[in-house]
């Protein structure tokens, strides 16, 4: 199977992760407003962890937002084995603090602020996201039938999973990383 063959056969797994990704998002946008407390000390945390890297020289930024996301995301394909379960936790969690930053950025500056500092980079992020989720998945699948069902081969699954992250993944996150650091820092 070609890489075209394998990405387009993750089809329904892509769909699916779309769909948590917003649904978890309009979660973190709703629950800021019902605990914006709770909220508010979550996203100062996330902040002062930012404080530093937003310190570095630029290319400092890049690499480390590239080498973090690269990391996170080779770890969200790789944990998939253990049965799909680290992908649904990733990306609960950064759809979840993206609503959220939604939600104060709403209130504190205005919609057209929020997606300036989030659209750039993210329409290239966030399906990256999606695809290593996806790409998880279908790893965790694979373990699954393997163990219970006797059927498939993990190593094939690992392979293509594998060549995708490199292939695909790993450009998009340099292309994300790329734009956040030189035009999103610039336009916000």
Not at 7 to 28: A, D, E, N, P
Not at 67 to 85: K, T
């Amino acid at each position: 199977m070609s890489l075209k063959q394998y990405l387009f056969s993750l089809k329904k797994q892509i769909i699916i992760f779309s769909l948590f990704f917003f649904l978890f998002g309009y979660l973190g946008f709703f629950s800021s407003q019902s605990i914006p407390r709770e909220a508010e000390i979550i996203l100062q945390q996330v902040v002062a962890m930012m404080e530093p890297i937003a310190e570095m020289p630029v290319l400092g930024q890049f690499a480390f937002i590239l080498l973090n996301n690269s990391f996170v995301l080779f770890l969200v394909v790789i944990f998939g084995l253990i049965f799909g379960i680290f992908p649904f936790l990733v990306l609960f969690s950064n759809a979840v603090l993206l609503g959220m930053v939604a939600f104060f950025a709403k209130n504190m500056f205005s919609w057209p602020v929020f997606f300036l500092a989030t659209m750039p980079h993210g329409v290239i992020e966030v399906p990256a996201l999606i695809l290593s989720c996806a790409i998880g998945y279908r790893l965790g699948i694979a373990v699954f039938d393997r163990i219970f069902k006797k059927q498939g081969s993990i190593k094939l699954e690992l392979n293509y999973a594998l060549n995708s992250y490199l292939k695909v993944i790993l450009p998009f996150l340099a292309l994300a990383a790329l734009i956040e650091v030189f035009i999103t820092a610039r336009l916000v």
